[in-house]
Nanobody
């Protein structure tokens, strides 16, 4: 069974909104922190935002602050990334990742989803 699974990607025009979802399996240990990363075409993967599932604290990269919001629904073990005022440079494959330690490093996260494509047209 997959420990982390994303959904919700698609195509949207610049200025629009999109919401990504990430379901974290209840059987998976060490998933206190859930993050969103993204990998634009021909670029390295970069951190976007993190939420601490226990305390609810959140962090976001400066490039998305004020536009993207990470949140969670503990009843369904789902973490969301609400993307507003999207820009063409937000186009990327978005990955959800879960691990025991919050932060911006990929190595903090043990479990990764398959990724979901987000394409923003101008």
């Amino acid at each position: 069974a997959q420990q982390v699974m994303e959904s919700g990607g698609g195509s949207v025009q610049a200025g629009g909104s999109l919401r990504l979802s990430c379901v974290v399996s209840t059987r998976t240990p060490n998933t206190n922190c859930v993050a969103w990363f993204r990998q634009p075409p021909e670029n390295e993967r970069e951190w976007v935002s993190t939420i601490s599932r226990g305390g609810g604290s959140t962090w976001a990269d400066a490039s998305v602050m004020g536009r993207f919001t990470i949140s969670q629904d503990n009843t369904t073990n789902t973490v969301y990334l609400q993307m507003n005022a999207v820009k063409p440079e937000d186009s990327a494959v978005y990955y959800c990742a879960a691990g025991p330690k919050c932060g911006t490093r990929s190595s903090n996260y043990y479990y990764w989803g398959q990724g979901t494509q987000v394409t923003v047209s101008s």
